[in-house]
């Protein structure tokens, strides 16, 4: 079985440019989450997205956004980027079983470095 | 503030040494997860400990899930090269069980 792929794996932008990453999940798991690792604050939350649906939204500004396809794929963007926001950015899919118990199994992520 | 405390941040040791690496948090957690993630990939679950109490076995690293859902350790016997990695906890804090929460994670180095 495929595991959770995502693309680009590395991007290079300008400050005040926008990104879109893409995330494939494996095949059959509905729920994908996106993160932001970073070296001072670690792996963040970004949100999470169920059938087309995003449940799950973590602490971070309005111009980071995403959805998700009927196909399950996601994909998450960010707009007038800052130097902040430079980092690993990771996505996670899951077959959403038992609350709280749920395994993610997460991609390679993209590294997106911003000038 | 890191819901999830994991010390120490860096820990360089030789082969054949046995190391702990903790994870508190003020705050129950419904569950907890151990990653590995090494350099340019997404991290890595090796165990999962649901029950308060609960120790698991993987080979060489022992896991356990403090009583009170709200520490777990992680300890490896006799580290090996390939052991060298980021360590990170991650946790579905009660009321957030969506969203999981990591640890700032432990770099691992075992020198040979």
């Known amino acids: 079985k495929a595991g959770v792929t995502q693309t680009p794996r590395y991007l290079i932008k300008t400050r005040g440019q926008q990104v879109t990453l893409s995330c494939s999940p494996i095949?059959?798991?509905?729920?994908v989450s996106w993160y932001q690792q970073t070296p001072g604050q670690g792996l963040q939350f970004l949100f999470e997205?169920?059938?087309?649906?995003?449940?799950n939204k973590g602490n971070f500004p309005g111009r980071f956004s995403g959805r998700q396809f009927s196909n399950s794929r996601s994909e998450m963007n960010v707009s007038t980027l800052e130097l902040g926001d430079s980092a690993l950015y990771l996505c996670?899919?899951?077959?959403?079983?038992?609350?709280?118990?749920?395994?993610?199994?997460f991609g390679p992520g993209t590294r997106l470095t911003v000038l | 503030t890191q819901l999830l405390e994991q010390s120490p941040q860096f820990l360089s040791i030789q082969e054949g040494e046995n190391l702990t690496v903790y994870c508190n948090s003020s705050?129950?957690?419904?569950?907890l997860q151990w990653y590995r993630q090494e350099p340019g990939e997404g991290p890595v679950l090796l165990v999962t400990?649901?029950?308060?109490?609960e120790v698991k076995k993987l080979k060489r690293l022992t896991f356990q899930f403090g009583d009170a859902r709200k520490d777990s350790s992680l300890h490896i016997t006799a580290a090996q090269p390939g052991d060298t990695g980021l360590y990170l906890c991650a946790g579905y804090a009660s009321g957030s069980a969506r969203q999981l929460t990591f640890g700032s994670g432990t770099q691992l180095t075992v020198l040979p």
């Open positions: 997205y169920f059938s087309e649906t995003q449940r």
């Open positions: 996670a899919s899951s077959l959403q079983g038992a609350v709280g118990t749920d395994t993610q199994y």
């Open positions: 095949s059959g798991h509905r729920s």
């Open positions: 705050s129950v957690f419904s569950s």
């Open positions: 400990v649901v029950t308060g109490g």
